[in-house]
């Protein structure tokens, strides 16, 4: 593994080397780990804020002309619907 730290003279570069190397003696988790560990965490406690009743309504009506309408016989070819 190699790990740079680049920044200016006093921008605390030996501070987070010493940091890095002894959360890596600890065994700590990679960034990849930590994200999968948040992913999880989100997607098992996230409850998503229901529709307003207008909202879902509206989103019925559009789904229900779409899958109304005939499909397109081919890309760019036609008069637009009215």
Known sequence: MLVVIDGLDGSGKSTQALLVCGR???GGK???E???DRVTQLLETHVPVPLEPDAAER????????AA?????????G????
């Open 24 to 26: 890596l003696a600890r």
């Open 30 to 32: 990679t960034l990849a």
């Open 34 to 36: 930590r994200a999968a």
């Open 59 to 66: 989103v019925r009506r559009i789904i229900e002309r779409a």
């Open 69 to 77: 309408k005939p499909a397109a016989a081919g890309a760019g070819g």
């Open 79 to 82: 008069a637009p619907d009215a």
